[in-house]
Every structure is written in C-alpha cells, then in structure tokens.
C-alpha cells in the first residue's frame, strides 16, 4: 500500500459528523497533517491516544509526535514509514439534540391527591470535553465505518437523559408540593436541576453538557378531566358557603324520597326529611344560604269535605290520614319544601303557595333536579 504523504478531512457537507477516523494507517515522517477549525487530530496507537494537534497544517516529525515516538521508537529521518491511526474530532457545539420520554412517569399529584401520568421532553447541547477520554471510551463501542455522527452516539446517554428526568420531574412534585397545573411554570427550574444531576454522567464519556432544556411536560386529557372534575365541584361548593357538604346531602335526600312512591316510599321520605331538617338544625343560621328569603306559612286548617277510603270506600274526613274503618292509609303525600303544607304523591305544584315541588329540569341543559335545587349540578346554571 502507497505510503501517505497528506492527511486532511473536510467534514462532512451537513456538518453532522462528531469523528472521523482516517481511512489509511500507511503514514510517513515528513508527512503534512492539516487540520481545519473546528477539528483537532489524534494519533492513536494500540487502543491508546497519544499526540494531539490542534487546527492548521503540521509537518510530522519524530518532535511533534513524541508520545508515539517513544511507543514504536521511531528512527530518525525524513520519509520514515510507519502505522498509526488518526482520529479527527468535530470540536464545534453539537446543538438541539432532542430528548423525550419513553413510557408515562406516574406521580400522584399533591395538591388533587390523583395519579397523574406525566410525559416530558426537550433539547440539549454537548461538545467533546477530554479527547483521551472520548476517544477511549467511544472507540471501543463503534463497530465498522470511518465516521461517527451524533446521531450514533445518543443512545449512549439516553439511559443517563431519562433516568434524570424521571427522578428529579417526580422528586420536584412530591418535595415542592406542587400540582400539575402548576408545573409547566417550574420548567427551568427543573431542567437545571437535571443538568446538575446528568453532568457527570456525561463527563465518563468525555462529554461536557453545555446546556440542558425542557420544553413540555404534558399529561393525557383523561388525567386532567379527573382534575378538572374535582375543580368543579369545588366551585360548587365555594358558592353555596360553608355549610356546602351539609348542604348538598341535604339536596341529595330532598332529591331522593322526592322520587320515592307509595308507603314504603313515604316512610324513607320521612327518615329523610328527618335527617334532612336535623341536620338544618344542628346547623342552624348556616343554613339560611340555602334560601335567604324562605318564610314558613301556618299548615291552614283541612277542608271538613268528607272523601272515600280507596280500599273499603268509606267516608272520611278529608284530613284522615287513615282510614277509620279499615285502618289503611288514606293517600300518600309529600310536603312542600317551602311551606311544608302536604300535598298528593304526584303534585307538581304546592296546593298552597305554588311552589314547584316535583322533579323540573334545568333551562340550560335539560337535566333533571329536584325541586329547590339553587344550581344545576350538571352546568352550574342559577336556578334562583
């Protein structure tokens, strides 16, 4: 093979080269090394790195090469052959190489106490830091071909990347006690602290991080419909003041034996409107949000019109709760939650103020309340 008497490389044309191993070890004394900006050549002998040369065009000589010089014991003279292999090495900034991860980091949020499935991404920048490192670490791990791109380097610190991203995302969450609502305003913060923590790591390869962003973190939308549910329904109660969970029992037993039919019905209905109305009693003023301007009205006196027993058909007086024959119950009624005057099972409307007492839906998105409700759980609209 035809001795070498100048050794150059120009770079690749896209410029994405990180290094170039030259081609032919037949060199010679007396040979010209150039090497452009933005290189620096290697000599490499036997698995070690030896001579370095930094931009320009160098005449080699057994002064210039002296680390190679005393492994081989070169001879002295001009057009001395001998073997050696030359690294060049791109020492210009490798920017916006990307980062994202793999699988969701699950965390449960502080704040809303819901696991939450994070995902997170972004860029950062190296450059070759100690070339007798890299190269003694790299080499080793190429396999076949001349050039070595960023691109065939990255998987070599990907464990690095995600495994820091992974731990200090969650760590910052659960230590800050910040939500995920929140957490998109901490990503500086975030993305220094995992550079702080990923340095070193980088710098077993010879490798300096020179700066390390995150772009995004981002959640699924189921997650944040949980969220946003739990949002909601704190608003709902934050309107209706601090009685709001006494408050919504209430309209949620009101509701229910509002819906019950017949005796069985009737009795639940009377435990309900118990607990219901105990409650309002233990709570007392607090409860006066519910319906500021309620006033309750005497129960009149009943009609002294007689109807029949629907069972035996005997005559009764019209405010006969039971029948004075048979012993079965007359009618079923409900009261008015306003006035609590007592009407038919399937009354709409309050025979004595006129107050809707059956089941009405919302003017907004039809959902179906019981009467009284002051907003519709479903959209928030104000029924008052």
Known sequence: MALIDRIKYDGAADGNWLVYKYPSEDLTMGAQLVVGEGQLAIFVKEGRALDLFGPGTH??????????????????????????????????????LKWGTESPIQIVDPVYHVRINARANGQYTMRVNDYSIFLTQIIGTQKGGTTITVQNLLPNFKGIVLNSVDTILAQYIIEKKVSVLDIRTKQREIAQLCMDDMKDGFLTFGIELVNFFVNSINFPDEDMEVINGILQRKAEFDILGDARYATQKQFEIMGNFSKNEGTSGMANAGIGMGLGFGMMGQLGGAISNISNNTIRQPVPSPAETSVPCKHCNSANS???????????????????YKCNAENKENAKFCSECGTAIGIISCPSCSHELTAGSRF????????V
């Open 59 to 96: 005449t080699l000589s057994t002064g210039n090469i002296p680390l190679l010089n005393q492994l081989v014991n070169l001879p002295f003279g001009n057009e001395t052959p001998f073997t050696a292999e030359i690294y060049y090495i791109n020492t210009t900034l490798n920017m916006n």
């Open 318 to 336: 019209a405010d006969a709760k039971f029948c004075a024959d048979c012993g079965q119950k007359m009618q079923s009624t409900k009261p008015c």
């Open 376 to 383: 519709c759980p479903e959209c928030g609209t104000s029924l």
